[in-house]
Every structure is written in C-alpha cells, then in structure tokens.
C-alpha cells in the first residue's frame, strides 16, 4: 500500500497552485492528518510501487552505455527486436502480415501520448489542409485524446456508450456519427480511434466491430489510431480482441493511402506497473514509422531512457513476464468479482449497478441515486467519499480536458491495489454511511 508518506513525497510541492483535482484533494486531505488512515488511491491508473520483482533485477543489470544517449530513434536495438517478437506473437500476426515489410515497431521512452501527438502531426501533414475541422471519432467516456488532438487542431466527437447496451459500441451508431460529420462542410472525418480493450468500461470490442471501425476509416481516408493499452490485461477466459491483427488483416484490399496512415500504440508500463518509465511500443508501416521517429518525434526528443529500456528487453525475453501477466490477469478478474460482491452485499448496489467489464484495470459503478441527477454529482460524490473516508474514487470522464459529450453518471474504480485495500476501502465507506441510497450531503 502506498502510504501517506509516500503520497506526501509526491504532491506536497511548495510550488502552487496545482490544476490537478486529485493532488488538491490529497493535500488537504494529508494536511488535516489523514483522519480515516492512508488515502486509498483507486482513481489514478497508478499503484507506484508493484513493480515486478524480475523486472527491477533486471534494471539493476544495466550496462554502463545505459545512462546515455542510446543513438537510434527507433529507441534501443535490443529493444526493439525483442519489441518486434513480441508484438507478432502476442497478437498472432504470423498469418496475415510480415515484419519490415508491412509494419515495423519502435520503442517509445517519452510514454504513447507522446507518440499520439507525432501521429496526429504526421496525419495532418498527410490529409492536407482543405479549410475543414479535421475531426477525431473516439468512443465515450474515453481516455484523454482529447487532451492530445485538441491542441493539433482537430476536434474530438464522441461515439457514446451506454449502460443499456453494456457499454458496448455498434457499428451502426458509428456509421451515423460518420455520416454527421461528412455531412457537415466545415469538417472533415481524420482519424478513427480503436481501443479494443476500451478505458474505462473494461469492455472487450468484438471484432465484428473493430473491422467496421477500420473499413469506415479506409472508405474516409482517414487515419487510425489503435490504442492497445490493455491489450495484455485481461479475464483469463476471454480471448482480447486485437485490433492490430484485424487492421493488418484488412490492409491488402485497403486503398494505398491506407497503407500508410495507422499507427498502434502498447503501454508497457499499465502491464508491468511501471508507467513512470515511459516505456512503450510503437508499430506502422516502416515508412510511416520512420517518418514518426527520425521526423516528428525529433523535433521534441533524442532518444534517452536506456536504463529502463535494457531492463524491459530483458524482461520481455525472461519467461516470468509471460507467467506475471498471467497471475495479474487472474488477480483482476478475481478483483472484479470482489468488488462487485462487496458492492452488493455491503452498500446496497442493486444488480446491473457495478459494471465489472473483463478487461484492463478498471471498472465502473454508477453513483447513488440522489447524485446522478446533478450537474456536477461525480465531483460532488468523489469529494463527499474521499472527505469522510480518504478513499478516492474518479469520474468515468478524465481530468483535465472537459469532454464535448454528457458526462455520465457513473464513478471509475481503479482495480491495481490488492484485494486487501480495496476491501479495507469498502469497509471505510461502510463505517462512513456511504451506500447507493445515500442522500445527498448538504
């Protein structure tokens, strides 16, 4: 568990103010001397300190070059090639495309947002500039790309999903998204962003729709952005849906232009416990990947991080990461069930009310009654919880950048914690009168 020490280490700066609404929460909440315990911090996607022990002996086996410049944009050769395995196996690629030819993969060391942001560089050099709003379709509630895309320009449109349909998004109401937005003459469709393994609803895309998802954005000209964060977490039953093996998989009756404009992004570090590396893979046809790492990304990066990158390598290659992710696969999906019982059992969630999903480190859970009909109920519960119990909870929709959709009415629960803290967090709420029929705190 990570302590109040440890949080006071990393939010009690001396430089103010902070825009972050959780740091806020956490200051004051260590200020007034952590009244219900250590914060339980179920909001980031973060746990800081689980590391595995095999990866961190290996980052004590660096060689001395490490601390340097590594030289390759495509980030550590050792890396990289073990990278490149990795990713055709773990997605099974062997059947619909070959290596150096039809894709290619790179280390990122600055974390995929980074690499979204070339990307989106990249696209708009390559579409052109015709006076209309280049727009991006991702599905909602979402990651931050809106935080990426807005400042390249485009605008960000939100498929919607629902509580009624699972969360799950269909391909018709994609296609009628589509047809708004083409409809318009102002805007134009850019790019289609895939996250198959979706965050936050822990939702795995079937494939049915990711290939629509891809044909949409082939009959645009768009680009596509496949975000494969989770890709490695999972339910062990489930078979994850890889988005990158059905984009590669429709390429050869794409037209060229297609070919070209896609990029797959991997989070090594949601898998590891280890997001402060930045450590991560890049895949794209080779010469859209050589324009993203010798072009775009050098003109905001050289090529660091060696230290981290040699002991991932190593990692990657070491049969105990194959045997961690399994154990952490099913260590979340026996959380999952936890909560959900938890929930049900101890605050009054009715059936349907805790939306465990089966994939990531998430899962969602809709507010009390009393809160969901308010403007601005996730903030207020999420404040109100963390007052009287120092369990942190966050809003389906991420901090900072405000969404142009509804927000809805549903908290994001972070699942990395062990099953301990998360039942000690349902226990304070308990203790705390917190249940889903609560009132509203005046």
């Known amino acids: 568990m990570t302590t109040r020490a440890d949080f006071a280490a990393l939010v009690a700066d001396d430089i103010l103010p902070s825009r972050m609404p959780d740091v806020g929460l956490l200051r004051a909440y260590l200020a007034q001397g952590c009244e219900h315990g250590d914060p339980l911090c ?71 947002r980074g690499a979204m942001f070339d990307f989106g560089r990249y696209l708009l050099d390559e579409l052109g500039s015709d006076g209309r709003v280049p727009v991006v379709v991702a599905a909602g509630p979402s990651w931050d790309y809106e935080g990426v895309f807005h400042t390249l320009g485009y605008q960000v449109r939100y498929l919607p999903l629902r509580p009624e349909t699972g969360f799950r998004p269909l391909a018709g109401e994609l296609q009628d998204l589509a047809d708004r937005i083409t409809a318009d003459p102002g805007q134009r469709l850019a790019m289609v962003v895939v996250n198959a393994q979706h965050n936050p609803t822990a939702v795995n895309w079937r494939p049915g729709f990711v290939a629509a998802a891809v044909d949409l954005a082939h009959q645009h000209g768009a680009g596509l952005l496949v975000d494969d964060a989770y890709f490695g977490v999972h339910d ?4 994850p849906t890889s988005a990158l093996r059905v984009l590669l998989s429709r390429l050869p009756g794409a037209p060229p232009t297609a070919r070209r404009r896609w990029l797959a ?47 991932m390598a190593d990692w990657l290659a070491d049969p105990a990461s194959t045997a961690f992710l399994a154990a952490q696969c099913a260590e979340y999906a026996a959380k999952r069930r936890l909560v959900d019982r938890l929930f049900s059992a101890r605050l009054g969630y009715p059936a349907g009310a805790v939306h465990t999903g089966s994939c990531t480190s998430y899962l969602l859970f809709a507010l009390p009654a009393a809160y969901a009909g308010l403007d601005d109920g996730e903030a207020r519960f999420r404040d109100e919880v963390f007052a009287r119990t120092g369990v942190l909870f966050a809003p389906a929709w991420p901090w900072p950048y405000a969404p142009t959709a509804a927000p809805l009415p549903y908290m994001r629960m972070y699942l990395g914690p062990g099953q301990d803290v998360l039942t000690e967090a349902v226990d304070r709420m308990v203790g705390a009168g917190i249940e889903h029929g609560m009132p509203v705190s005046r």
Do not use: I
């Open 42 to 112: 179920l909001s980031f996607g973060e746990t800081w300190d689980q590391a595995p022990a095999g990866l961190l002996d290996h980052l004590h086996e660096r060689p001395l070059h490490a601390h340097g410049y590594q030289l390759s944009m495509y980030g550590l050769p050792k890396l990289r090639k073990v990278a490149r395995d990795y990713v055709v196996s773990s997605h099974r690629l062997e059947a619909v495309a070959q290596p150096g030819r039809d894709f290619e993969v790179a280390a990122t060391w600055t974390g995929t």
């Open 265 to 311: 992004v991997r989070s090594l570090g949601k898998q590891f416990h280890c997001n402060g590396w930045g450590v991560g893979l890049m895949t794209a046809e080779p010469a859209t990947l050589d324009l993203l790492v010798n072009r775009y990304r050098l003109h905001s990066s050289l090529m660091y991080g060696g230290v981290y990158q040699h002991a």
């Open 236 to 239: 062990p039953e489930d078979e």
